[in-house]
């Protein structure tokens, strides 16, 4: 079984961007299910362009 706190993950999408896994809770002494969607790097990549020339314009003004 898992060490308190400890999760693993069980399953992982064939194109890599989701991860699916367990987590045991010892005060519940239940299991709790997880997903974990990984946003492809081109979002990230526009995100921080964005948020750049965003704080550049305030600044100029």
Known sequence: ???DGFG???DV???GRI???SVYDPE???EA???LAIPEPATATLLGIGLGLASC???RG
């Open 33 to 35: 299910l997880w997903l």
């Open 8 to 10: 693993r993950a069980a």
């Open 19 to 21: 991860l699916m896994g």
């Open 13 to 15: 999408s064939s194109d």
């Open 57 to 59: 314009l305030r600044f």
């Open 28 to 30: 519940t002494r239940s």
């Open 1 to 3: 079984m898992f060490q």
